[in-house]
């Protein structure tokens, strides 16, 4: 299972940190990615890290702004989302699969998380 946390409303230009903390899963061997999904739009990925070798991967609109990080020892994967932008508006969800592979489509996932709205106001 995996516990996002962390959303809210929050003005352009600020910042928030989302948590996602897994049990159920050998966290240290699962890559882990949070989407995000804003009304009317589908599920996209947003950024993702693997479990080897801590790579990542972010999609271009938020290069820059937005930093994945993961703490093994407290199974648990952040994001670090600075700058934000009306455009951010969504709820984010964790997911999480097996490998260490960087895949950016829903259905790679197997694990998910309940997703914490972020609203960011202009």
């Known amino acids: 299972q995996l516990q996002a946390s962390g959303g809210g409303l929050v003005q352009a230009g600020g910042s928030l940190r989302l948590s996602c903390v897994a049990s159920?899963?050998?966290?240290?061997?699962?890559?882990m990615a949070w989407f995000r999904q804003a009304p009317g739009k589908e599920r996209e990925v947003v950024t993702i890290?693997?479990?080897?070798?801590?790579?990542?991967y972010y999609t271009d609109s938020v290069k820059g702004r937005f930093t994945i990080s993961r703490d093994n020892a407290k199974n648990t994967v952040f994001l670090q989302m600075n700058s934000l932008e009306p455009e951010d508006t969504a709820v984010y969800y964790c997911?999480?699969?097996?490998?260490?592979?960087?895949?950016?489509?829903?259905?790679?996932?197997?694990?998910w998380g309940q997703g914490t709205l972020v609203t960011v106001s202009s």
């Open positions: 997911a999480a699969r097996s490998g260490s592979a960087f895949y950016t489509t829903t259905g790679a996932y197997n694990v």
């Open positions: 890290i693997r479990w080897r070798t801590e790579s990542t």
């Open positions: 159920g899963l050998t966290f240290s061997r699962y890559t």
